[in-house]
């Protein structure tokens, strides 16, 4: 148990490794590497309120419930995705396959946040979802490009391999989440904390990236 709270907590704080990144490149990043700052910087927030909630207890010893932040995360992160993968797409094809795939996932999560107690592990396993096939798409959009770009190089390269990481380790976990045991979900838990400082790596590397001109 307690290897599993510092893992957590160091999920927590790795949080502020792409805000920092970001601030330290600012002047570097385009519109859509900003629109990602954005995202964690909301991001961070959101996991900072559920660490206090959870380790401060003011309710006679019980934490607060978050879960229904957790639903409205869930609909701010397809909002922002699907905003930076429809700019991200050069083809209109896959732009009109970006707004009706992001919309259908997003009437879903509304739908289930009628239930706002319940952990959302629908939202996050449909979410999870529309995030591996939008990263598929940019990853075969990147290895058929119209001008030669050296992709490793590329910020939206590192972001699209997190967001495949985080989505491809985490989307099991999240179809099943409910009907773990509550005894042993710390545990399991643990699966999502170490995802999550990995991701929060990926995506510093990704705001690090200085914009390369195409050959």
Not at 105 to 128: C, E, H, M, Q, R
């Amino acid at each position: 148990m307690l290897v599993s709270l510092l893992i957590a907590n160091i999920s927590v704080a790795s949080g502020l490794l792409p805000i920092a990144a970001a601030a330290y490149n600012y002047k570097r990043l385009d519109s859509l590497m900003k629109l990602l700052a954005l995202f964690l910087l909301i991001s961070c927030c959101f996991d900072l309120t559920q660490w206090i909630a959870y380790n401060y207890k003011p309710h006679d010893g019980k934490p607060l419930n978050t879960i229904p932040l957790l639903h409205l995360f869930v609909i701010i992160s397809i909002v922002f995705f699907g905003t930076i993968y429809y700019n991200l797409f050069s083809k209109p094809i896959l732009k009109t396959i970006t707004i009706i795939l992001s919309g259908v996932t997003l009437s879903i999560v509304i739908y289930k946040a009628i239930d706002y107690f319940d952990y959302p592990s629908i939202s996050n396993t449909a979410s999870g979802l529309l995030l591996i096939i939008l990263s598929l798409i940019y990853f075969y959009q990147l290895l058929n490009p119209q001008t030669f770009i050296h992709i490793e190089k590329q910020g939206p390269f590192w972001f699209n391999s997190g967001v495949l990481f985080y989505s491809a380790v985490n989307i099991f976990l999240f179809m099943v989440f409910n009907r773990i045991p509550d005894k042993d979900k710390a545990d399991y838990y643990v699966i999502f904390s170490i995802t999550n400082i990995i991701t929060n790596l990926i995506y510093s590397v990704a705001l690090l990236c200085k914009p390369q001109k195409k050959a």
